[in-house]
């Protein structure tokens, strides 16, 4: 196949779609198939789209198409139409081959990426290719300056849906004006998503949240070893546990991209099973490393499964503590009744502190405005009130100083940490001021999911990280409560200076994000935003 001079071999059974003739055509990769064209702004997914084989898409470098490139964008050196370096970021890979002028993204499993690489392997360029540069602009372009207007999806009590593709933004802005729904869910990661998703952006992102809306982001990754999925996690729980760290880490990566911050919660997508005592072992195993390690990131854990499958195994271990419980459940079962309700499959007493989400109704078109969407009804009860506890009881965290504690330390610092190291799910055991073996095991476990240097010493940066976990709520002159004492105790460890810890934002505190600020790069405003949140829980 010939897209603007660009020339791929693919293999015979793939199908090719041309979006000139049919410009809204579905990008999907559950079964392989190469899309050629522009796609239009409002694309006929069917919300029911699971899973991933292979896919490529061509295209023409817009500086729409551009505003998806990021920093793992390859691009070919001048006169060639391959890229070898080419890295895979949530197992898709895009290439810029400006000589041609087309950006190309290849999605692929695990499984497959072999299969892809080679079919992008075989590019060469035909006499018919054009230049067109990627605006310089839009390559400069830093997503964190795009921004949700804060943890998704904060507290809202009411109608939502959830489609395969992030809808366009008029697509959005109609359904807002006269649907019921003010809550959307979007599929921002995972090996197993089925669609593409062109208009899924930072500044999408920013656009929807500014305008009112709730998102609830989901990833699609390994499924119930228990399922013929081809995707699946492991039977061994200890592994699976690890498959979910992975998941979640790649999870954090795609939401921190789209200026979806810490506080936030982020749903793993586990579609129906045939429950066994093996399969829901490895299910909650994975459940364990994926909350343990968005735990660490500072965001919330949420679980999207069928009310009779995965959610009734989550709840009947709701009390076990060889698991680590989500914080959020997500539920599918097509009753019709828009609330939250869980009849017999969990205890109303489960999850009931504004932390239920409910898929009532799957499948259906909805038109609004002009714009019709295939889409999941979904009713939701959430608020901030779920957040994991950014500390403990027993241990006092406020201190003038915050020094290095390590293997040999001991006292009120030592059991400080271990109760914040703890309360982000990287467990120390019981805290009792005692720095031994298992505190530098839990620290390490909590700087390897910082990107900090993982040497089990509770240093600066690491504190910084710890005591400034939580919901990224902007404070700023005036403000009161837990946020700014955690603000408080932060600044105190970062600037390695005493900022007092009363809970009042006052002189004293705006000083102390100015200087954090300025001395961190950031724009120096004297409030604590999200973008100040981040560099704090980052441990910068």
């Given amino acids: 196949m010939t897209y603007h001079g660009y020339r791929l071999e693919v293999p015979a059974g793939w199908r090719i779609v041309d979006l000139t003739e049919n410009p809204h055509a579905c990008l999907r990769f559950d079964r392989p198939a190469v899309y050629l064209g522009e796609p239009a702004e409002q694309s006929d997914c069917p919300a029911g789209v699971l899973g991933r084989t292979a896919g490529i898409v061509v295209e023409p470098i817009t500086a729409g198409s551009a505003s998806r490139t990021t920093a793992a964008t390859a691009r070919t050196p001048r006169g060639e139409a391959v890229a070898p370096s080419a890295v895979s970021r949530d197992d898709s890979i895009r290439i810029a081959v400006e000589d041609a002028g087309v950006l190309v993204t290849a999605a692929h499993t695990p499984a497959t990426e072999s299969l892809v690489r080679g079919v992008l392997a075989t590019a060469t360029l035909t006499g018919d290719a054009e230049r067109t540069a990627l605006p310089h602009a839009v390559r400069q372009a830093d997503p964190a300056l795009a921004a949700a207007a804060g943890p998704q999806p904060g507290s809202y009590l009411g109608k939502g849906f959830d489609a395969c593709a992030a809808p366009s933004q008029a697509a959005m802005d109609a359904w807002q004006a006269s649907s019921p729904y003010s809550a959307v869910g979007v599929y921002i990661s995972g090996s197993f998503r089925g669609c593409a998703q062109p208009n899924l952006t930072a500044g999408w992102v920013t656009r929807q949240t500014g305008n009112g809306w709730h998102l609830f982001p989901i990833d699609v ?8 999925y081809s995707l699946k996690m492991s039977t061994d729980p200890a592994t699976a546990r690890s498959q979910g760290v992975t998941a979640a880490a790649g999870a954090v990566s795609a939401a921190s991209g789209l200026g979806i911050p810490a506080g936030s919660a982020v749903y793993s997508d586990i579609e129906a099973y045939t429950s066994t005592a093996a399969c829901k072992a490895s299910v909650l195993s994975y459940l364990s490393g994926w909350t343990e390690r968005l735990h660490s990131s500072g965001y919330l854990s949420g679980f999207y499964s069928s009310a009779a499958s995965g959610i009734k195994d989550a709840a009947a271990e709701y009390a076990n503590s060889a698991y680590t419980r989500v914080d959020h459940l997500f539920y599918a079962w097509w009753n019709g009744a828009a609330d939250t309700a869980t009849g017999s499959y969990v205890p109303s007493s489960y999850w009931s502190g504004h932390q239920r ?6 499948e259906v078109t909805e038109s609004y405005g002009g714009y019709s969407i295939n889409i999941d009804r979904d009713y939701l009860d959430v608020g901030d009130a779920s957040a994991p506890a950014p500390t403990c009881t027993g241990a006092n965290l406020d201190f003038s100083s915050y020094p290095t504690v390590r293997s040999g330390s001991a006292g009120e610092q030592v059991k400080a940490a271990q109760c914040l190291l703890k309360a982000a799910g990287s467990d120390p055991g019981t805290p009792d001021g005692i720095f031994g073996p298992d505190t530098a095991a839990a620290a390490r476990n909590f700087q390897s999911g910082k990107g900090l240097t993982a040497d089990g010493v509770v240093g600066a940066r690491t504190w910084t990280a710890l005591l400034a976990r939580g919901a990224a709520t902007t404070v700023r002159d005036g403000s009161t409560g837990e946020a700014v004492r955690r603000l408080q105790r932060s600044l105190t460890a970062a600037l390695g200076r005493t900022v007092s810890v009363d809970g009042v934002f006052g ?13 961190r790069g950031l724009g120096s405003d004297g409030v604590a935003g999200p973008a100040t949140w981040s560099a704090l829980q980052a441990g910068r």
């Fill in 221 to 228: 990754g390994r499924q119930a070893p228990c399922t013929n």
């Fill in 357 to 362: 989400i409910h898929q009532y109704a799957g």
């Fill in 507 to 519: 002189p004293g505190s705006e000083q102390a994000v100015r200087d954090y600020q300025s001395s």
